[in-house]
């Protein structure tokens, strides 16, 4: 390979500004055949050779031709780009090497650019820590996209940042996952091994797991600050949450009581109110439930009698949950209701039982719903349960923590609960109680995380008063201390936040954060003087309950509860706990609070919420003063992406490329059931007849950000990532060909008065507009600006205009000319790349390190971000003529289309006005190349008589001689109404 350098003048605006930097420039001639460390080869078979250039179908798919980086790298090392670049975008030869480099240089550390002395503005972001047991998927890759955008665009601007790393314990998610695990390899359950074992075994997991997230984060080009990567199980992590919990328990926020909860039985685990989710059913259904072979039927509406006890008659009662009536403990009425009355001091007789119950009458009865009687069920239903309190009902629990009947006799005793509603209902009908069924309109609680139906249970949990810091939350929005893109989302928080209940924190499983609660009596005393004292270590827990009970540490019997708290509450604690808090570390007084919380709106109460309001209360401080959230990440047919759809896709899969049967792998690797796995392949042989192609890391986040994700929902097509995919390639010609002029260039060194050219003050022009969209679209949140406006300048303006209006130039004898375009044109590129950045990282880095200009920053990500003051052309005049040619230069290419014939015979005369821009030679020299006509000529009045016409808006006509005189005949009458002829 050979390299001939020189070296370019420096490049002047008029008036002696200073716009570029001195070139310089090496040759790019040279044949991909000739370089010994890439490979061109067919990612489907695998084997290095090479493949046309255009991509084709193969069996497995779209197969793109791929290219191989095989310069020996040590990770760290900087990627040798002396090596030529393959023919087409590779996104496997353009990512390799580069995020190491990255990482060693530490680019994306805070003190990278510091200066002693001076001060730095900061932008401070934490990542929604993900699942310590998952693997990557589009609402991540949405997520880490936006947000790797944001901070790269502000670290480019100079900015002190810092992006913190994180990732989740995620309590019933791990837990879940290493249980199945235990028993599929072992046939034991966590209770079988221990609670210290099972611990064990999910730490084992987490390290042999727990770093697969964070090896896909990189891969999507992520500039998080590794070295402050944290995990919440951490220590100091830790120990923020049990400092967290023993402040908010000595003010009072944080006790425990005996208070109906959300249990699962599946994950025999109470869960929150909001990550239950409310399913309205309008008629019967028929739904799957865990553990149930056959589906369960919902909403029908089941009538039985109660017969009162001494009189000739019944009170008929109606349920959507029959079971529940062995736990029946009342029949309740309204006071008002004139048809109950007479039955005030009365009971009824259990149908089933024989027990005697008492009729109560309380206003919360609705007199017009059925017959106006309701059975209560203290122990598994809210409503009741309130019921029951106010009038001292006996609560009778009849469903076990397992799902199964409990406290009832045979046949019930040990029956599952929705076999037992079937059960239920057989006796009443043998009894002749039985009244009826309808179907009903009701919404079942089902567990957002295991799909179970939810069961209301008393119990005693450990809960938060959300009053005071819900009130704090709700101010800091009004007074504009915090604010929300989008604005909408300021009346769900109000609306949220004002009916915000106790916030139930306590989980019935081993792997998280064990509540720094502990249960102390006195051996020698009475057990129900026990007592519960709350401290951070087990020593400090001593010393309280010595003090609390008076007695000694012989007599002490003190144990931790063995529950853990909500993985929330410690997430809750993320913009300030990673940073050291409590302790006052250099971290935390550096970049708390942080500068933007970004997330997905299904999360705004499950973690930003709780975020503002832990912050506030433990730090006194808003954890951060805005939040944007961007939508729900949908299908190509606006469906929720879900596994048993078989619409999930991982982007990784997106990035690589993958076959339908590896598609058809990963959804029988689920834990999916037959007939679920079975619609899901159906599903992806509908939306993936041929797989994915691999599209590379740069297509997928420039599609993500191409959307408008601050829309409630955000359609996710894979087809529109192959297009981004293109776009790449476009670049990737578009640059090669700006790099092959550069072999006659010498060094000046005077500066180069701007051209005088229009085509050059108007691609200037463009090149201003695109980099003012882009810094308002990162202003404003909307990134889909950006990379519309990104795609336009390129293709529309870059290599549609100018790159075609540069060839003949850079084939001429005027070498003035050619460097004076070369300089635009490297200019152009060079402002294009470090606008690009934050989108494609990977595509922009390896272009910026091969673009031959000298004094060019170390690595494009550190680059200055262009600004509007670095090129200062914009001119709105120039830029309407121009689009006046190309609406000319359209129109003439598609006559040729048309036609069948080459633009390059066409002569083409264009009429318009005396005094119109258009009329200007440097303009009619741009359309004669940009309609690649054989020549273009302007006419006052008439046209010649062997043109046919053509007539546009703003007064334009063109006149195309289309061939000899004698054979227009025959396309007189072709595909163009718009012709008219003289």
């Not at 995620?170 to 609670?195: P, S, Y």
């Not at 896709?649 to 339908?660: C, K, N, Y």
């Not at 795609?791 to 529309?796: D, K, P």
Request: include cysteine; charged fraction near 25%.
């Amino acid at each position: 390979m050979s390299a001939s350098w020189c070296y370019m003048r420096k490049f002047y605006r008029e008036f002696s500004i200073k716009l570029y930097k001195p070139l310089i420039v090496r040759s790019s001639s040279y044949s991909i055949s000739s370089c010994r460390f890439c490979s061109t080869y067919d990612k489907s078979k695998g084997n290095a050779e090479k493949k046309k250039t255009k991509a084709k179908q193969g069996k497995g798919g779209l197969v793109y031709e791929s290219a191989t980086y095989l310069v020996p790298t040590e990770p760290g090392d900087k990627k040798d780009v002396s090596c030529p670049l393959p023919r087409s975008y590779s996104p496997e030869f353009v990512e390799s090497a580069w995020y190491d480099w990255w990482v060693a240089m530490k680019f994306f550390t805070p003190e990278y650019g510091e200066q002693k002395g001076s001060t730095r503005q900061k932008f401070i972001m934490c990542i929604p820590p993900p699942n310590v047991t998952g693997t990557l998927h589009l609402g991540h890759a949405i997520t880490n996209t936006i947000q790797d955008a944001l901070v790269r665009w502000h670290r480019m601007r100079g900015f002190e940042t810092l992006w913190l790393p994180g990732c989740d314990h995620a309590g019933i998610a791990t837990q879940v996952v290493v249980e199945k695990a235990l028993w599929r390899t072992r046939r034991q359950t966590r209770h079988d091994i221990g609670r210290d074992a099972f611990i064990q075994e999910v730490w084992n997991w987490k390290q042999s797991k727990g770093e697969v997230i964070y090896d896909q984060m990189k891969k999507l080009g992520s500039s998080l600050d590794w070295n402050r990567a944290c995990f919440t199980l951490d220590k100091n992590l830790s120990d923020a949450v049990a400092e967290a919990f023993v402040r908010l328990h000595d003010e009072g926020l944080i006790y425990r009581k005996k208070k109906m909860v959300n249990w699962s039985c599946q994950l025999q685990s109470v869960i929150s109110d909001i990550e239950v989710e409310n399913i309205f059913l309008k008629k019967r259904t028929h739904l799957n439930i865990p553990g149930y072979q056959n589906q369960v039927e919902f909403g029908a509406l089941t009538s039985f009698a109660y017969p009162v006890v001494g009189k000739d008659e019944e009170i008929v009662v109606s349920t959507t949950r029959p079971e529940t009536m062995l736990g029946d403990t009342a029949v309740a009425v309204n006071p008002l209701d004139t048809r109950y009355q007479h039955l005030r001091g009365c009971s009824v007789q259990h149908p089933i039982d024989g027990r005697q119950l008492p009729v109560v009458f309380d206003e919360s009865v609705e007199i017009d719903f059925g017959t106006g009687a309701v059975k209560i069920t203290p122990a598994h239903d809210k409503t009741d349960y309130n019921i029951g309190q106010r009038h001292g009902l006996p609560s009778v629990s009849v469903i076990s923590r397992t799902g199964v009947m409990e406290n009832v006799g045979a046949p019930y005793a040990g029956m599952k609960r929705f076999d037992a509603r079937k059960k239920v209902v057989e006796d009443l009908k043998r009894r002749k109680l039985f009244r009826g069924t309808e179907s009903h309109t009701m919404t079942i609680p089902i567990c957002s995380r295991s799909k179970d139906v939810i069961e209301p249970m008393v119990m005693d949990q450990w809960f938060i008063n959300m009053e005071e810091m819900s009130e704090m939350a709700v101010e800091a929005v009004k007074s504009k201390q915090l604010s929300f893109v989008p604005e909408y989302h300021e009346k769900v928080w109000f609306n949220w936040l004002k009916d915000a209940q106790e916030w139930c924190i306590s989980r019935q499983l081993w792997w998280g954060h064990r509540i720094p609660a502990y249960l102390a009596y006195d051996k020698t005393k009475s057990l129900e003087k026990s007592v519960w004292v709350v401290a951070k270590t087990h020593k400090e827990a001593v010393k309280k309950a010595i003090q609390v009970l008076d007695t000694s540490e012989e007599d002490l019997v003190i144990n931790q509860d063995e529950d853990v708290l909500d993985t929330w509450f410690s997430s809750g604690l993320f913009p300030f706990s990673p940073l050291g808090w409590p302790n006052q570390t250099v971290d935390l007084s550096k970049y708390y609070p942080i500068s933007l919380m970004e997330t997905g709106s299904d999360i705004l109460f499950f973690w930003v919420a709780r975020m503002v309001m832990l912050g506030m209360k433990l730090t006194n401080q808003l954890p951060f003063s805005k939040v944007l959230l961007h939508g729900l990440l949908r299908d190509a047919h606006g469906r929720k992406m879900s596994k048993s759809l078989g619409n999930v896709i991982d982007p990784l899969d997106v990035i690589s490329g993958i076959t339908l049967e590896d598609l058809h792998k990963k959804v029988e690797d689920s834990n999916l059931s037959a007939q679920e796995s079975e619609t899901a392949k159906e599903g992806q042989r509908r939306d993936f007849p041929r797989g994915i192609p691999a599209c590379g890391t740069d297509a997928l986040r420039f599609m993500l950000c191409s959307y408008d994700f601050k829309d409630d929902e955000i359609p996710m097509n894979v087809d529109h990532v192959q297009a981004r995919r293109h776009f790449c390639n476009k670049i990737w010609n578009g640059f090669k060909f700006v790099t092959s002029c550069t072999d006659a260039v010498v060094e000046y060194s005077d500066p180069l008065v701007l051209s005088a050219d229009l085509i050059d003050k108007w691609i200037l022009s463009r090149l201003c507009n695109m980099v003012e969209l882009c810094n308002e679209g990162f202003k404003s949140y909307d990134l889909q600006v950006c990379t519309k406006a990104l795609q336009n300048f390129w293709v529309t303006d870059f290599c549609d205009i100018y790159l075609e209006y540069s060839k003949p130039i850079m084939n001429s004898e005027s070498v003035e000319k050619r460097e004076a375009t070369l300089q635009i044109l490297c200019l152009c590129v060079d402002t294009f790349l470090r606008a690009l950045s934050p989108f494609m990282p990977y595509l922009s880095e390896e272009l910026f390190q091969r673009l031959p200009i000298v004094d060019k920053e170390v690595s494009v990500c550190v680059a200055k971000y262009p600004e509007t003051d670095d090129i200062p052309f914009r001119d709105l005049e120039l830029e309407a003529a121009v689009e006046r040619v190309k609406a000319v230069a359209t129109h003439v290419l598609s006559v040729a289309n048309g036609y069948s014939i080459k633009s390059n015979v066409l002569k083409v005369y264009v009429r318009v006005p005396q005094e119109s821009s258009l009329n200007t030679p440097g303009l009619i020299q741009a359309l004669q190349v940009i309609s690649r006509s054989k020549s273009v000529e302007m006419v006052a009045k008439e046209m010649p008589a062997d043109c046919t016409l053509y007539h546009l808006e703003n007064n334009i006509d063109i006149g195309i001689i289309l061939k000899k005189k004698a054979d227009q005949a025959e396309y007189r009458f072709m595909h163009f109404p718009s012709r008219r002829h003289y």
